[in-house]
């Protein structure tokens, strides 16, 4: 049961131009959204998160917007630098998931020069 | 500052040993914590996360085990290696059910 899913395995986006990252959840309970870099045989390190009172939010290049009808989030580079290139995970929790945080996939970015 | 200190870095271990990866915190008090998974090319799999000492929430059945023997101290262990339990172990920690912030993972080989 994937509760949180990122169903494009991989992005590839020129540099300077903007990458759009996608994820969909599937419990209406969760409320609080993160998004997490990654590069290989490293811990992820923390982008940007989202709270469900809100539907965007912004810190630098990187935004995050919330669709909480479609239960849907996505995460806006702009501009793309070849230095964002990693896997980028989305994960989710609940007020009433007891502290629960549940990852996706994960979508490995590839910015070329 | 808090800090989070995972280890060892790497382990390579033979089917059927015992398995233990110890993950502290420092710089706060009573935080959730965290072990994931992340197997070859996939995404990173929750196994148990603790909300207290002595409180576990295993998310898998599988052959690994958690123990929190105290408030920031977080142990992953397994009697018996398997195969498939190869992979990228990751500790994190989280306080107010906001950020979590992640170590740097123990890659462990069953060979």
Known sequence: ?113 | SQTIHQWPATLVQPVGSPLSLECTVEGTSNPNLYWYRQAAGRGLQLLFYSVGIGQISSEVPQNLSASRPQDRQFILSSKKLLLSDSGFYLCAWRFLGLVAFFGQGTRLTVV
């Open chain 1, 1 to 113: 049961d994937q509760q949180v899913k990122q169903n494009s395995p991989s992005l590839s986006v020129q540099e300077g131009r903007i990458s759009i990252l996608n994820c969909d959840y599937t419990n209406s309970m969760f409320d609080y959204f993160l998004w997490y870099k990654k590069y290989p045989a490293e811990g992820p390190t923390f982008l940007i998160s989202i709270s469900s009172i809100k539907d965007k939010n912004e810190d630098g290049r990187f935004t995050v917007f919330l669709n909480k009808s479609a239960k849907h989030l996505s995460l806006h580079i702009v501009p793309s630098q070849p230095g964002d290139s990693a896997v980028y995970f989305c994960a989710a929790s609940g007020y009433n998931q007891g502290g629960k945080l549940i990852f996706g996939q994960g979508t490995e970015l590839s910015v070329k020069p």
